[in-house]
């Protein structure tokens, strides 16, 4: 039997001048990570014959829902405020890990940045806040 629990998943956020953030699923809401492009691509030529090219490409994006009063969402503002005023050769140097032990899944991802600051959302009911990720290289392993 296996059971599921987003509560087992970690993400963990390095970066050389704002040290490490570890997520877990308290307050955290979603982590969706899906990659850019396409990895293969065909053409045809006019007699069928179909050329098969195989794209290098990892890039990817993540979103990260957290709740607005959590205190990975305040962090996360703190990095983003930090990175915008930093020297540009910050802006890209996080890296992120995210473990999922139940499902044997490890997502390694370099050179990651903000994409923008989340929108916000105010009214009678808390809300999550959501962060956009880009990510220049993104190696999704299993165990």
Same mark, same amino acid.
């Given at each position: 039997m296996s059971v599921y629990s987003f509560t087992d998943c970690t993400l963990i956020l390095r970066h050389p001048s704002l040290g490490v953030l570890t997520l877990t699923g308290q307050g955290l809401g979603s982590i969706t990570v899906s990659m850019r492009n396409d990895r293969t691509a065909m053409d045809t030529a006019a007699d069928g014959r179909v050329m098969i090219s195989k794209i290098k490409d990892r890039s990817a994006t993540a979103t990260l829902q957290l709740q607005q009063d959590s205190e990975g969402n305040q962090? !996360? !503002?703190?990095?983003? @405020?930090? !990175? =915008? +005023? $930093?020297?540009?050769?910050?802006? $890209?140097? +996080?890296?992120?890990? !995210? @473990?999922?032990? +139940? +499902?044997? =899944?490890?997502? /390694?991802?370099? =050179? /990651? $940045?903000?994409q923008k600051l989340p929108d916000r959302n105010y009214g009678p009911q808390g809300q999550q806040n959501s962060y956009g990720l880009m990510i220049a290289d993104c190696q999704q392993n299993v165990a």
């Open positions: 962090t !996360l !503002l703190k990095w983003y @405020n930090y !990175l =915008e +005023t $930093a020297p540009t050769i910050e802006w $890209a140097q +996080t890296t992120a890990t !995210l @473990n999922s032990p +139940t +499902t044997h =899944e490890q997502i /390694v991802m370099k =050179e /990651v $940045a903000f």
